[in-house]
């Protein structure tokens, strides 16, 4: 039996990125689905390293050209290049004479738009990054979201912020406080990147504006470690990266096969919503009930009581508790107990693990309390739920 050829081929990517690891797992699909043989060429700590790679003795390349330094290492190369990258409103912007896949920011940014549009908001801002060439895809999105604003009639509110660094750090908090103070609220705002989006939800917690009450926030990746570094679960968009790695992947084995394909541009859509808390806007009539869910979403699972809820929110125990009633139908107690059992549920459905040390983390003062309220409110105990909501054997 003939063994195929193997070819060796560098993948040009910053995998330290979720957007590029995404891509890279999709290529990974591809060659598990298919007979190709390839070895691949990536540095140790998935960093993308330039020098000498003219030089390197392979047959071809897959390269994120979202990084200008990448287009200008490659635009003599004389091996076959597939680049992945953004896509861009003007076709004169896409590198010439290289097959492309792009991710459609247009409608990244459209798909969340719609989403806060469903959520009931009519006030919309972006939170994006300073203009540079190494963030062309954030001014993409940027273009996106004002074409969608023009489309509708409505004011394009841009902030682009200051890059993050250490130094910076505290002066850059102060500007997205003073940005986000000066809009009119409630608003729904899309950060360029989950990162950004992640920035901008400490600015919010810092400032004591209610998320996603008076600002409903969503992030473009769908990136786990941003979701994990929030006390306030965060809606993203997800890019269709995976899709992105594949298609590149069966580009370039067309190319090793003698396909020529210098005009290909494919833009991939993206995959869906990761809807959570952070979008989950309810407006209410009682700016105490507003206030009040804002400090339980972020403290519930630490043990607050309702008086320190209503010490917060600057009112008597009885009137935070009438305001409940009205707006919500049920007790501030109730409120607190519905987060901290929203957050078991998530630690539960994550996989195995114990049940009492979930019941710990989420602010049960005993694992039989909380064995009771999963039996009063889901008509299970928390292990019975754990085995159902968890990935099949």
Sequence with gaps: MKMPTAHRIALLFNGNKIYDRDIIAGIAAYLNTTRVSWDLFLEEDFRCRLPGIERWQGDGIIA?????????ALAHSRLPVVAVGGSYARAEDYPAGIPYVATDNFKIVKLAYEHLVEAGLTRFACFSLPEADVNRWAQERETAFCALMQRDHMRADVYRGVATSAPAWDEAVEQQIAWLNSLEKPVGIIAVSDARARQLLQACMHAGIAVPEQVAL????????????????????????????????????????????SGTRIL?????????????????????VMQARHFIRQYACQGIKTEQVADYVGVSRSSLEAHFRQELGRSVHDEILHFKLDAAKTLLARGPGQVAEVAVRCGFTTVQYMHAVFKRELGCTPREFQQRSGPPP
Excluded: K, Y
Excluded at 64 to 72: G, I, L, Q, S, Y
Excluded at 268 to 288: D, K, R, Y
């Design 64 to 72: 994120d050209f979202d990084d200008p330094a990448v287009c200008a």
């Design 218 to 261: 969503i992030g473009i990746d769908n990136d786990p470690l941003a979701r994990m570094l929030t006390r306030i679960p965060l809606s993203s968009v997800i890019q269709g990266t995976e899709e992105m790695g594949r298609t590149a992947a069966h580009l370039l084995h067309q190319m090793l096969n003698g396909a020529r394909l």
């Design 268 to 288: 991939v859509p993206p995959a869906g919503l990761n809807v959570l808390a952070s979008t989950c806007h309810q407006p209410f009539q009682h700016p105490q």
